[in-house]
């Protein structure tokens, strides 16, 4: 059965695309996976896509989209909503409401760095390696996790702490 995941951040230009993507690429077959955003962009940020494609991920048909089209009576239930903003720096989160399993797996937004684009570019390259190491995190759950809702609501809140321990633990 394949579970229905959203990410979502205020703008969806960046860390839920990220998410969306790499999780698709990863277990696109354990997973139907979507991202959005409270108050999209509606364009996804170009170092978001560069750094997807430099690590092979595929882009093509990325968006920048609002959870209003997740929302409506006749949308696919969704099995979890992981938000990824920065409740730490005051950003805004989206509330949710459903019958799913939430999580928070806050990281900093790295469309608001500022700097040239070799500052940006790093900040989008280590915003994708706390990404991958949650992300492996969640892979690493065994299937019948999903049995038990509370059990897998505590796994899944501490992935939203996890973060990348070196280059090589998640390269993926």
């Known amino acids: ?23 698709r690429a990863w277990a696109g077959h354990r ?22 494609a430099a690590e092979g991920i595929a ?13 409506t009576v006749d949308a696919a239930p969704m099995d979890l909503v992981v938000t990824v903003c ?32 070799e500052d940006k570019r790093e900040a989008f390259r280590q915003a994708h390696r706390i990404v991958k190491a949650r992300l492996q995190a969640l ?7 999903w049995d038990d809702h509370a059990t897998l609501k505590e796994s899944l809140d501490r992935i939203g702490f996890v973060q990348p321990d070196d280059e090589g633990s998640v390269d993926g």
């Open 31 to 52: 997973f139907e996976v979507f991202s959005a955003g409270s108050q999209p962009t509606g364009t996804v940020n170009p170092f978001a896509l560069g750094q997807l």
């Open 86 to 117: 920065d409740s730490a720096a005051a950003e805004t989160c989206p509330i949710v409401f459903g019958d799913f399993l939430r999580a928070h797996w806050g990281l900093p937004d790295p469309a608001v760095v500022e700097g040239n684009d």
């Open 59 to 71: 882009t093509a048909g990325l968006r920048s989209k609002s959870w209003d089209e997740f929302a």
């Open 139 to 145: 892979l690493a759950l065994p299937a019948e996790a």
């Open 1 to 23: 059965m394949k579970r229905r995941v959203l990410f979502l951040c205020t703008g969806n230009s960046a860390r839920s695309v990220l998410a969306e993507a790499t999780l």
